[in-house]
């Protein structure tokens, strides 16, 4: 792997240092990144939200957030100022991806403190809807704004329109000097605020059914120590063809809703051994043993190792940790992290990001960690083999791409403090692979909650599902990427949110395609 920051002109771009002599528990939490093709180009373009604080004074905006724009070449250019996203309200945290009216661009929402923003995607100019589509929180979170740490979405009604759940932190005052320093870093100090799911009316606005779908991160008391949320991933745990959502939160119980199919969700996570209490910070899905059902995985700050929760199917989860071989884990502190298949044999491998709550001299507690996935052996840190490259600085969020269309997954490790994010370019050979972008006609133009499954030629099966928002206040490449070994493609099925299947042969290897729901390939392109 290496770290193309500087080829691709990215690392003159910093957020500011932290305060250290009055640090704020607002500029620890900062940090996501968002991938998404914004100008429908075919090249992934990204988004780093950034709250501007100044080192002097944590309530002086000084730089805004980043939009870089994918050249083709090897090269992205800023163009925050043109986009129209140089000045969004509230304080960044992360960001979302997502086509929320099917019209064929990538739409954000950045979550910040102060309540997320909606910007609607005008050919490559973002225009923000945020009031119009009724997504504004004021109000939501009691007489403290809202501090929206993530955002997630996913068709959960299958009504065709992408629905969206806000993860919101906990009442934290920026005005208030008590609410500053070394001691005030941890969420103990602070009372949870409510997750937020806003239901796709199709008509460009949004609807709060968090109370009616139950989907609310708090009991029916609202007890303090409930919520406190930081990450979401919606994945299909039952096998149903409907989505569930993981809430991790920090210092308080994980929650797991399962959808009921009928606009509601029923909250299950101490029956299926996933609620348990650590400093949670990012989350993501994936089948690590190739059994046919999504696993578990959430990272946890230093001395609490990343959690593996197996799925077994029927709701069975199981903490499977320490003898997977991730216990490396436990001398960082985990953020954003991402199951993914980097050496594309099929497998799904760990990608993880590192970083000290707020110490930038504890090179071991921020280095970022790297878990090939081995199967019946579990999973072997490869990090000091693959990263021959400078991996100290305070990460936070973690996001795949395909910032070079080679078919092979890249990574973005989105740092804090000064020190600029890294573009990572995977340098994995030798191995046959497909890159799969899908599109919905009757289910979401994104494609999100479509499961493929593929069959390869030497008799091994694989399933991913297409997703966004994930990780820690990140979003991936919606792209699937799978590794074919050294075999060839048998067969594809692609089971859409809509309930229609597609069935694809005679694959070519090595190829990126562009499928189109009850259309199949429209278009194929060698990496």
Known sequence: MADVSSQAGINSYSRPPINQANTSYLEVMEGGVAVGDIDSDGWEDFFLPNLGLSDSSSAVRTLSSALFRNLGNGKFEDITVKSGLDDIPGYPVGALFFDYNNDGHQDLYV??????????????????????????????????????????????????????????????????PRYYGQGTLIPIH????????????????????????????????????????????????????????????????NRLYINKKDGTFSEIGIAAHVNESKSSMGVDDGDFNHNGNYDLLTTNLIGQMTSLFQNYGNLRFDYVTYHTGIMPSERVSGWGIVFVDLNLDGLQDIAMGSGALWDPEDELENKNLIFLNSMNNGFKNVTDDVINFSNSALTRGLAVIDFDRSGTPDLIYSNIDGTPSQLIQNLSSGHNWLRVDLEGVQSNRDAIGTKVILNRKDGFQQIQT????????????????????N??????????????????????????????????IVQQDAG
């Not at 929180?137 to 997630?152: H, I, K, N, R």
Request: net charge negative.
């Open 111 to 176: 979550s910040a403190y102060g309540g997320g923003q909606l910007f609607r995607n005008d050919s490559g100019s973002f225009t923000n809807v945020t009031e119009f589509a009724g997504l504004s929180l004021q109000g939501y979170c009691g007489e403290l704004d809202c501090f929206t740490a993530a955002a997630s979405t996913a068709d959960y009604d299958r009504d065709g329109h992408l629905d969206l759940l806000v993860v919101n932190n906990v009442n934290w005052n920026i005005d208030d």
């Open 466 to 485: 297409v997703k966004a928002g994930n990780s820690y206040t990140s979003t991936s490449s919606k792209s699937l990427f799978l590794g074919l070994k």
């Open 190 to 253: 602070y009372s949870g605020q409510p997750t937020i799911l806003f239901r796709n009316n199709g008509d460009g606005t949004f609807s709060n059914v968090s109370e009616q779908s139950s989907v609310t991160n708090q009991d029916q008391q609202g007890h303090r120590e409930d919520g406190k949320g930081l990450s979401a991933v919606w994945s299909d745990l039952n096998n149903d063809g409907w989505p569930d959502i993981y809430i991790a939160n920090d210092m308080t119980p």
């Open 487 to 520: 075999s060839e493609v048998e067969n594809m099925i692609i089971q859409w949110p809509s309930e229609l299947t597609d069935t694809l042969t005679n694959i070519e290897s090595n190829t990126i395609l562009l499928i189109k729901e009850n259309e199949g």
